[in-house]
C-alpha cells in the first residue's frame, strides 16, 4: 500500500508529466484531437485572402497566381515553429530575389512587437505578416502550426506540411523547383 509520501510524490510526478506533455505539444495540438486540423487539402485551391507584410506591402491570393507561394503560418511561442523558422529564412534568402516565387510567413494570433523582438533575438530578416487573430489562418486550417503551404501557378496546393515532420530545406527546395519544372512545359 501507498503511504501518504509516496501518493503526494506519485502525483506530482503526475502533475509534472502533464505540464510537461502540454509544453511539448501546447502549440500543436491546441484544438480536438480528432480533427486532421485542415480546411484546405492538397490539390485544393488557396482560399481568398489579403495580409499586410511588416513591411508595408500587401500581399493577397491574386499575387500567388503565375507565381510559386511559400506559406508559412507560425506562432514566435511554438517548439516547432522556432525550429522550422531557420529553415524558411535559409530559403527566403535562396528566393528573394525571383519575381517567380513568394514566401509569406502569417503569424497565428500574435502581433508585430512580439514578432519583431523574436526576430531581432533570432537574425531572422524575412518578412512576415503579423496576425493577432486567426481570421488568415482559420482560411487555412482549424489546428496544428507550424503549417507550409505550397502552391503552384494556378494557385493549387501542391505541398503541405504541419508539425508531423519539420520538412528541411532540401524538401522545400525539391518542391518548389518541382513546380517550377512543371510550370515551364
Same mark, same amino acid.
Given at each position: 500500500?501507498?503511504?501518504?509520501?509516496?501518493?503526494?510524490?506519485?502525483?506530482? @510526478?503526475?502533475?509534472? %508529466?502533464?505540464?510537461?506533455?502540454? &509544453?511539448?505539444?501546447?502549440? %500543436?495540438?491546441?484544438?480536438?484531437?480528432?480533427?486532421?486540423?485542415?480546411?484546405?487539402? &492538397?490539390?485544393?485551391?488557396?482560399?481568398?485572402?489579403?495580409? #499586410?507584410?511588416?513591411?508595408?506591402?500587401?500581399?493577397?491570393?491574386?499575387?500567388?497566381?503565375?507565381? /510559386?507561394?511559400?506559406?508559412?503560418?507560425?506562432?514566435?511561442?511554438? !517548439?516547432?515553429?522556432?525550429?522550422?523558422? !531557420?529553415?524558411?529564412?535559409?530559403?527566403?534568402?535562396?528566393?528573394?530575389?525571383?519575381?517567380? #516565387?513568394?514566401? &509569406?510567413?502569417?503569424?497565428?494570433?500574435?502581433?508585430?512587437?512580439? /514578432?519583431?523582438?523574436?526576430?531581432? $533575438?533570432?537574425?531572422?530578416?524575412?518578412?512576415?505578416?503579423? *496576425?493577432?487573430?486567426?481570421?488568415?489562418?482559420?482560411?487555412?486550417?482549424?489546428?496544428?502550426?507550424?503549417?507550409?503551404? /505550397?502552391?503552384?501557378? $494556378?494557385? /493549387?496546393? %501542391?505541398?503541405?506540411?504541419?508539425?508531423?515532420?519539420?520538412?528541411?530545406?532540401?524538401?522545400?527546395?525539391?518542391?518548389? @523547383?518541382? *513546380?517550377?519544372?512543371?510550370?515551364?512545359?
Amino acid at each position: 500500500m501507498l503511504t501518504m509520501n509516496k501518493k503526494h510524490k506519485f502525483t506530482i @510526478n503526475l502533475f509534472l %508529466v502533464g505540464i510537461i506533455s502540454f &509544453l511539448l505539444a501546447g502549440c %500543436v495540438n491546441d484544438e480536438d484531437p480528432d480533427m486532421d486540423g485542415g480546411n484546405i487539402s &492538397l490539390y485544393d485551391k488557396i482560399p481568398q485572402f489579403s495580409v #499586410v507584410m511588416n513591411n508595408g506591402e500587401t500581399v493577397n491570393t491574386q499575387d500567388c497566381i503565375d507565381k /510559386i507561394c511559400l506559406l508559412m503560418f507560425f506562432n514566435t511561442n511554438c !517548439p516547432d515553429c522556432q525550429k522550422e523558422l !531557420p529553415v524558411i529564412q535559409e530559403l527566403w534568402q535562396l528566393y528573394k530575389d525571383d519575381n517567380d #516565387v513568394i514566401i &509569406l510567413p502569417i503569424s497565428r494570433e500574435e502581433g508585430e512587437d512580439k /514578432i519583431n523582438k523574436y526576430w531581432k $533575438e533570432n537574425n531572422l530578416t524575412l518578412p512576415f505578416s503579423p *496576425q493577432e487573430d486567426r481570421e488568415i489562418y482559420s482560411l487555412f486550417a482549424k489546428s496544428i502550426i507550424p503549417r507550409i503551404y /505550397i502552391s503552384n501557378p $494556378e494557385g /493549387i496546393v %501542391v505541398f503541405m506540411s504541419g508539425d508531423e515532420e519539420l520538412p528541411s530545406l532540401d524538401l522545400l527546395t525539391d518542391a518548389m @523547383n518541382m *513546380q517550377r519544372n512543371l510550370s515551364s512545359f
